[in-house]
T-cell receptor
Framework: NAGVTQTPKFQVLKTGQSMTLQCAQD?????MSWYRQDPGMGLRLIHY???????DQGEVPNGYNVSRSTTEDFPLRLLSAAPSQTSVYFC?????????????FGPGTRLTVT | SQQGEEDPQALSIQEGENATMNCSYK?????LQWYRQNSGRGLVHLIL?????REKHSGRLRVTLDTSKKSSSLLITASRAADTASYFC????????????FGQGTTLQVKP
């Protein structure tokens, strides 16, 4: 299993540009989430999904869109990039059940908006 | 706003010593989890403790949970240089959403 994969690893955007961060998992997990990590801030939840076709907002959803058309994929779209969106973005997946909700993280995408 | 606050923000110890990190949270929870992040990498799950549990062990890790004080602690015994990393607590209000709220983390340095 590849686990959770994210592409690209690094990206530089100009203010106002749009782009999609890709996330895929091959563990057949129902739950997927997007977080951003800023220095000294820990991780903040952007959007999450409990299954294909179902998404919901997290703590900091403004400026981001998501969709979940398949179990495997959960792309994050930046509609019009702003310097405040410079961050490291992590995708995570998990599975419901009695063993709990431990999440598996991808390696991250480091985004710089100039 | 973030759910958890961690203390201390940074910790530096010698190899072989024990490291203790604390986490406080604000609302009722279903579970509390601890994650490790090595520099420049993604997070790795360490241990999960449910709201009806008080203590849990996994290898050199010991986690306690006090729901009356809304706090948890992570103890790493006999630390090693390889334990150098950032450690985050995360709380889940339900096991049915995969939604976690993270603390700001404790940066641990273990000197050889």
């Amino acid at each position: 299993n590849a686990g959770v994969t994210q592409t690209p690893k690094f990206q530089v955007l100009k203010t106002g540009q749009s782009m999609t961060l890709q996330c895929a998992q091959d563990m057949n997990h129902e739950y997927m989430s997007w977080y951003r990590q800023d220095p000294g801030m820990g991780l903040r939840l952007i959007h999450y999904s409990v299954g294909a076709g179902i998404t919901d907002q997290g703590e900091v959803p403004n400026g981001y869109n998501v969709s979940r058309s398949t179990t495997e994929d959960f792309p994050l779209r930046l509609l019009s990039a702003a310097p405040s969106q410079t961050s490291v973005y992590f995708c995570a997946s998990s599975s419901p059940g009695g063993t709990g909700a431990e999440q598996y993280f991808g390696p991250g995408t480091r985004l710089t908006v100039t | 706003s973030q759910q958890g606050e961690e203390d201390p923000q940074a910790l530096s110890i010698q190899e072989g010593e024990n490291a203790t990190m604390n986490c406080s949270y604000k609302t009722s929870i279903n579970n509390l989890q601890w994650y490790r992040q090595n520099s420049g990498r993604g997070l790795v799950h360490l241990i999960l403790i449910r709201s009806n549990e008080r203590e849990k062990h996994s290898g050199r890790l010991r986690v306690t949970l006090d729901t009356s004080k809304k706090s948890s602690s992570l103890l790493i015994t006999a630390s090693r240089a390889a334990d150098t990393a950032s450690y985050f607590c995360a709380t889940g209000r339900s096991s049915n959403t995969g939604k976690l709220i993270f603390g700001q983390g404790t940066t641990l340095q273990v000197k050889p």
